[in-house]
């Protein structure tokens, strides 16, 4: 096992002490210089949606690979590193600079701290890799740096790194290498075109990118030198040495040596699970093959000491480990109910509440996350809120997939909506399109997709470049009690009667049965429609509800729905023998006693509700 870098001396307490003062002198001086500079300043992020530099061409990209710049046993600095990275990357994505404007690494970034998240990482310091909170920040300085100088920008300040970390592998023919540290070592880019910053993580890679109208670099234009210091001038006749880490470096008098802190990527890197809830289908797959085992459950809305041992016993698998509930998960899940009661008379505002909550829930959820989890089982109602955050950047994603994505559900109420125009319900809320945009792009990077949803099953086969596992419903078993025949028969509509259930199309269908002499009475297991509803004049209408005994009375169950995430209450119908009349969009597979009819078609809807009619 080989030591430290070669020519760097053992380091000592001593040099230490002096080190954490020198530092502190020089940071005290670069924060009082900068005060005074009017061009060190702090840039706002510009949303795609509103840059004018969102289509400028590309004018330099750097790729640089995350988890593959270190020792196997190193994984916990390096997952700090990725994690740092994920951090970061959220002041520098989306950064629109004028011509002349001066880009300062640290003044953008701020003081990398604990109480901002920022967690133990790898930094070179006097040749050696040494764990430094924040550390691995440097990925991101040499990347933006190499852009900036493939871009023609100039580079005022930039510094080199005096080692490099064995496992390392060497970056391309014209990377510039540009260490950071607080505040006095800094990285400072300026362009006399306006240009715009794009930084972006994936699973595997760092990618950098510089969007301007200009042309590229004419030749011979005056660059940085890849080998030169700016600041000295002097020029490194050969590439730096190679510095071991103190967590594997065999020097063990050093006092830096910590061997205890070592660990492979195999018995640290961990899979996390974030959900809204756990369900069976997902559940017992994980139970039946261990591929899918959930690793640690992370689970925000069990939040009382009583839920959580539910949801321990009853439906996590074995070995799943609950979040801890905490008072800010009862201040979250208080906080939630409190909202939608607000709002239940009001359907748009309640679903914007219901998006909000799951945000709530979603942040909720991310503080939970650990640098170590590297793949991550994520609810689809997550996924906007984690993106939008950077929580899922670095990390591999698969996601618990439900219903269609927002704008696929939003594409389908605007259809239903054009055919009823004067229904507002079915186009009251729409969600923001940032929100529908960041869910697509999570989707996009999803490596699996998990759903029961046979429709949704098929979208993503058909739109997504994942893997679509379609887990089969469960539902238990439920004997088929009949009661006596009634008279007029009674079907029964699985869910409430809104507009986005099929209630127009269903109140059709039956007027077109009571015109032909077919009396038929309608039994409604949630909100029965308005007593006003001119829709519904005339046509006999029950309400059940969902604890009564409609499985006994009911000859047909029907959910014409254009939109349904949890046919829950079909697949008891089906399951007690119940003929059930749906639509695709409900979810289930062709089966036996099942009729699917297109969503919107009256006349398909009536033709199958035919036979169980009086």
């Avoid at 840059?51 to 590309?58: I, K």
């Avoid at 990618?207 to 030749?219: C, E, M």
């Avoid at 609810?379 to 994603?397: E, F, K, N, S, V």
């Avoid at 399951?575 to 006693?593: D, M, N």
Wanted: hydrophobic share 45%.
């Amino acid at each position: 096992m080989a030591a430290r870098a070669p020519g760097m001396p053992l380091p000592s307490r001593r040099q230490a002490l002096w080190f954490w003062v020198r530092i502190r002198l020089l940071t005290a001086r670069r924060i009082v210089q900068d005060a005074f500079d009017p061009q060190v300043r702090t840039w706002r992020r510009v949303p795609s949606g509103a840059s004018r530099l969102r289509d400028a061409p590309v004018l330099a990209e750097v790729r640089s690979p995350l988890w593959t710049d270190g020792r196997p046993d190193e994984f916990a600095l390096v997952a700090g590193k990725v994690h740092n990275l994920r951090l970061a990357r959220q002041a520098f994505d989306g950064l629109e600079l004028p011509a002349a404007g001066l880009l300062s690494f640290w003044q953008q970034l701020g003081r990398a701290t604990r109480r901002r998240g920022y967690v133990p990482g790898r930094e070179v310091r006097e040749g050696c890799v040494v764990p430094t909170l924040a550390g691995g920040l440097c990925q991101l300085s040499n990347a933006l740096a190499t852009a900036a100088h493939r871009a023609g920008m100039a580079l005022p300040e930039r510094h080199a790194h005096t080692a490099r970390p064995e496992g390392a592998a060497p970056g391309a023919h014209d990377a510039i290498d540009a260490t950071v540290l607080w505040k006095h070592i800094d990285l400072r880019v300026r362009a006399d075109m306006p240009w715009r910053l794009e930084v972006a993580m994936d699973a595997d890679e760092l990618v950098v990118r510089v969007r301007a109208f200009a042309a590229a670099p004419p030749a011979g234009r005056r660059t940085i030198a890849i080998d030169a210091v700016p600041r000295t001038g002097r020029v490194q006749a050969a590439a730096p040495p190679v510095a071991r880490g103190c967590l594997s470096c065999d020097e063990t008098a050093c006092f830096r040596h910590a061997p205890q802190r070592a660990g492979t990527v195999d018995a640290l890197a961990a899979r996390a699970t974030l959900l809204e809830g756990v369900p069976p289908e997902l559940a017992q797959a994980a139970a039946a093959d261990p591929r899918l085992a959930p690793g640690r459950w992370v689970l925000p809305h069990a939040v009382t000491p009583g839920q959580r041992a539910l949801v321990a016993r009853r439906r996590a698998p074995e070995g799943g480990e609950v979040m801890p509930p905490g008072a800010a998960a009862r201040l979250l899940a208080w906080r939630r109910a409190w909202h939608l009661r607000r709002h239940a008379r009001s359907p748009g505002r309640r679903q914007a509440g219901i998006l909000q909550g799951q945000a709530w829930q979603a942040r909720q959820a991310a503080r939970a996350l650990r640098p170590a989890d590297v793949a991550l089982l994520v609810d689809q109602a997550y996924l906007p809120t984690l993106w939008i955050d950077g929580a899922l950047a670095g990390r591999r994603l698969d996601v618990w997939m439900p219903a269609l994505p927002m704008r696929e559900i939003a594409r389908r109420l605007d259809a239903a909506a054009q055919v009823w125009p004067d229904e507002p319900s079915l186009a009251d809320f729409r969600p923001d399109p940032a929100c529908a945009e960041a869910e697509w792009q999570a989707l996009r990077q999803a490596g699996r997709i998990f759903t029961a949803h046979h429709a949704v099953a098929q979208w993503a086969r058909e739109t997504l470049s994942a893997e679509v596992v379609e887990l089969p419903w469960q539902c238990p078993p439920a004997a088929a009690t009949r009661g006596p025949a009634a008279s007029p028969p009674l079907v029964v509509l699985l869910s409430s009667a809104l507009p986005r259930k099929g209630s127009r199309e269903l109140a059709a269908a039956l007027r077109h049965l009571q015109q032909d002499g077919r009396a038929t009475r309608l039994g409604v297991l949630g909100s029965p429609p308005a007593l006003d509803d001119p829709h519904w004049a005339g046509l006999p209408c029950v309400p059940l509800g969902y604890r009564s005994d409609w499985r006994a009375q009911a000859r047909a169950a029907v959910l014409p729905a254009h939109v349904e995430h949890s046919p829950r209450a079909a697949l008891q119908a089906l399951a007690a023998g119940l003929p059930v009349i749906a639509t695709p969009a409900c979810g289930l597979p062709p089966q036996p006693g099942l009729t699917l009819v297109p969503a919107g078609d009256v006349a398909a809807l009536a033709q199958a509700l035919r036979p169980h009619a009086g």
